[in-house]
């Protein structure tokens, strides 16, 4: 048996498992999505594949144990891998607060902390390439009635552990949180301000290296266009975020600025990349997107939703010359039943590397479904 059949198979005797031992404990849920991709590119001097890619094909539970924990697990089967998403133990036997142990997003970016089911475009932005999403640690979460707060101490991905053991080396720790308010909030009328900072080591201690590269907002190509390489002698890598939403009715304003700073000590020259984002969305129709935990979320059924992003990421400091790229897309999105989306976009592409562009279009459609 193969390794991805091993692994296939121990992950969904663990998704069965705790099925069945779900109802001892309370309420399961049984959760997932499918996001089915497809891309034509109009390429410029790169080559971009054209065809599908199964984004994300996950299966999970989620359920009350008593009144103060609750828990939850998710598998993601895309492209025939196997990997785990949120996997978690929450206790929230505290006033106002929760204790969270387990894999789950670090607290840090809007637009990573927005579901995939509800985001306005397809893939996330640019610059949220500088951020961690999962990781496996400890966090606590608190919020009133206009504000919440989030911190996490956490330390790497499920799956570096075999290799860092391997290599030999102490597990790269970090610490990151989340602050946001809602000064205006009623119905149809939100506005949204938050900051989020985190800091950490180096993946493992005999690895002191990072790395950031993004891809052209689709996954369907394996293709970064921009990339900083391999930075050694790394001692810490520090990111700060600064984010904000505005909703009116029908059209929600969302921005962020996302940096990353990799400090090698030393006397080493440490290196600065930062990117941001602006993108607008409006629901045609009568409808308009919710609000819930920081984030927008989907508007009614039938909807019609048209969008436009500008984002930019640049991976250029001192001697590290990974390249800047600017991205603007148009959306069209269509709520066709309950948890049912299609979605249409078109993406411009203009990067430069070390003084050579590259101006690709991209075509990308998805078929949605979630439970």
Known sequence: MNSISKYGVLAITAVVGVAVMAPAMASPEPRGRIHLDYAVHDEDNVELADGFRLRRARLGVSGSIDDNWSYQSEIDFAENGV??????????GFENGALTIGNFKVPFGMDQLTSSNHLAFIERSLPTDFTQSRRLGVGYSSSGDNWAFSSMLFGQEVGTNNTRVAEGGDEGMGVGARFFGTPIRSDDNVFHLGVALTTENPAHSEDETARFRSRPESRVTGVRLVDTGTIADVDSINRLGIEAGYQVGPLVIQGEYLTANVDRGNGLDSFDFDGYYAQASYVIGGSQRSYRGGAFRNPAVGSWEVGLRY????????DVQGGEQNNVTLGLNWY???NVRFMWNYIMVDAEVA????????????TQVSF
């Open 83 to 92: 990997a785990f998403r949120d996997a978690y133990l929450r206790y929230r």
């Open 311 to 318: 984002s930019n990421i640049n991976l250029n400091d001192g």
């Open 336 to 338: 066709a039943a309950r």
């Open 355 to 366: 003084g050579v562009s590259e101006k690709p279009n991209i075509f990308l459609f998805r």
